[in-house]
């Protein structure tokens, strides 16, 4: 349907109005159209990182039938924006930002921590700070940026998903606001119904292309530990944890684990990955949301690489035998200790999370609401 020309008359008159009055017409006729708020989602979207995409999920089960979501960052790389940041921000009434380990202390990134978006409520959901032992020196410039917006009184909530990050972000960043903890976000998420198949069990397992690496990864003890469980009777299932871009260089890499007769789980579907997780007996995760689904499944899962957010998520779940590496000789020995999740600690979890985040639904509903009658 074509659209009305605008009436010189009126759009004179408009031109003449307080800019604040000028700007409650705008979100009031926006909303007319669209019939919902808009909301704007900053994280690392789009590119088919099997987490992240998680994030959007979780934020269409909370979020979608009250506020049309809007992923901020429309391009994959720089400038990550096909048009002026502020254009954009002017379209929604709040944001999001989260979840992931976002918050670096060596670089700040336009698509999260963007000054631009202060001009809308800021909401910060289920962040984390890498603190890696090779990781880049901290930047004073970063660390500024990353203070100002921290600390600016448009950011309304700041929510981190553990205790480690909050204390960082206490220490470096002093925020006006009380920082609070809570499970990663997806252990909130409404998983598909998953089933475990008639016959042998089936361990899974998880790698990811890891960029920047002066030699491949070796699998040498991944290898042993599926030659392990094969001959034990176990069922193999190399799944592909990643869609788009990530999915494609992960398949790639999947290559160089050399397991004869393995099963290969490749799809754009995320349903569908996170029911290969689901329908295993146990599982060795490289990727941090391969060992959250597969715990919240209740599927017991090793952890391959341990970072920050791996030892966090597993020692708040009382699940820390289950830390590794791949590199581990002890590997096969991890897998036979393992330790099944608890059903009355996933509950705990779920429940935490659930909380979280029905308490940011009202919070930024409350802000959007203020901010229309202001």
Request: net charge positive; glycine share 6%; aromatic share 8%.
């Given at each position: 349907?074509?659209?009305?020309?605008a009436?010189?008359?009126?759009?004179?008159?408009?031109?003449?109005?307080?800019?604040?009055?000028?700007?409650?017409?705008?979100?009031?006729?926006?909303?007319?159209?669209?019939?919902?708020?808009?909301?704007?989602?900053?994280?690392?979207?789009?590119?088919?990182?099997?987490?992240?995409?998680?994030?959007?999920?979780?934020?269409?089960?909370?979020?979608?039938?009250?506020?049309?979501?809007?992923?901020?960052?429309?391009?994959?790389?720089?400038?990550?924006?096909?048009?002026?940041?502020?254009?954009?921000?002017?379209?929604?009434?709040?944001?999001?930002?989260?979840?992931?380990?976002?918050?670096?202390?060596?670089?700040?990134?336009?698509?999260?921590?963007?000054?631009?978006?202060?001009?809308?409520?800021?909401?910060?959901?289920?962040?984390?700070?890498?603190?890696?032992?090779?990781?880049?020196?901290?930047?004073?410039f970063?660390m500024?940026?990353?203070?100002?917006?921290?600390?600016?009184?448009?950011?309304?909530?700041?929510?981190?998903?553990?205790?480690?990050?909050?204390?960082?972000?206490r220490?470096?960043?002093q925020?006006?606001?009380?920082?609070?903890?809570?499970p990663?976000?997806?252990?909130?998420?409404?998983?598909?119904?998953?089933?475990?198949?008639?016959?042998?069990?089936?361990?899974?397992?998880?790698?990811?292309?890891r960029?920047?690496?002066?030699?491949?990864?070796?699998?040498?003890?991944?290898?042993?530990?599926?030659?392990h469980?094969?001959?034990?009777?176990?069922?193999?299932?190399?799944?592909?944890?990643?869609?788009?871009?990530?999915?494609?260089?992960?398949?790639?890499?999947?290559?160089?684990?050399?397991?004869?007769?393995?099963?290969?789980?490749?799809?754009?579907?995320?349903?569908?990955?996170?029911?290969?997780?689901?329908?295993?007996?146990?599982?060795?995760?490289?990727?941090?949301?391969?060992?959250?689904?597969?715990?919240?499944?209740?599927?017991?899962?090793?952890?391959?690489?341990?970072?920050?957010?791996?030892?966090?998520?597993?020692?708040?779940?009382?699940?820390?035998?289950?830390?590794?590496?791949?590199?581990?000789?002890?590997?096969?020995?991890?897998?036979?200790?393992?330790?099944?999740?608890?059903?009355?600690?996933?509950?705990?979890?779920?429940?935490?999370?659930?909380?979280?985040?029905?308490?940011?639904?009202?919070?930024?509903?409350?802000?959007?609401?203020?901010?229309?009658?202001?």
């Amino acid at each position: 349907m074509p659209s009305t020309p605008a009436n010189p008359v009126l759009s004179s008159v408009a031109r003449a109005l307080p800019q604040g009055i000028r700007e409650r017409i705008r979100r009031t006729v926006k909303r007319n159209r669209n019939g919902r708020p808009v909301l704007g989602i900053a994280g690392f979207f789009g590119a088919g990182n099997y987490g992240d995409e998680l994030f959007l999920e979780v934020y269409k089960q909370y979020f979608g039938e009250e506020f049309e979501l809007r992923v901020l960052a429309d391009l994959h790389k720089k400038p990550f924006y096909s048009r002026p940041v502020e254009e954009i921000v002017k379209e929604v009434d709040a944001i999001v930002i989260g979840g992931g380990d976002i918050l670096q202390s060596w670089n700040s990134d336009p698509r999260y921590f963007n000054h631009a978006f202060l001009k809308k409520p800021v909401f910060v959901v289920g962040i984390g700070v890498p603190q890696y032992k090779n990781a880049k020196p901290m930047s004073e410039f970063a660390m500024r940026k990353h203070t100002t917006f921290l600390q600016h009184p448009n950011v309304k909530r700041i929510g981190v998903r553990d205790d480690q990050a909050a204390q960082w972000i206490r220490k470096h960043i002093q925020p006006k606001r009380e920082v609070l903890v809570a499970p990663d976000m997806v252990c909130s998420l409404n998983l598909p119904e998953a089933h475990k198949p008639e016959g042998a069990p089936i361990l899974g397992i998880a790698t990811r292309q890891r960029p920047n690496l002066d030699e491949p990864d070796d699998y040498t003890r991944i290898q042993e530990l599926a030659r392990h469980a094969s001959a034990k009777g176990w069922r193999i299932r190399h799944i592909v944890l990643g869609t788009m871009e990530v999915g494609r260089r992960d398949v790639a890499n999947a290559e160089d684990l050399d397991v004869p007769g393995k099963e290969l789980v490749y799809t754009e579907d995320l349903d569908e990955l996170s029911r290969s997780i689901g329908e295993c007996t146990a599982f060795a995760s490289m990727k941090f949301h391969g060992t959250v689904v597969a715990t919240m499944y209740g599927v017991p899962s090793i952890v391959m690489i341990a970072t920050n957010k791996n030892v966090n998520f597993m020692r708040r779940i009382g699940l820390d035998g289950n830390l590794s590496s791949f590199t581990d000789p002890n590997l096969v020995t991890k897998f036979e200790e393992r330790t099944t999740p608890a059903p009355e600690d996933l509950e705990r979890i779920r429940k935490d999370t659930d909380q979280h985040m029905q308490d940011l639904v009202n919070h930024v509903r409350h802000a959007v609401r203020a901010t229309a009658n202001a």
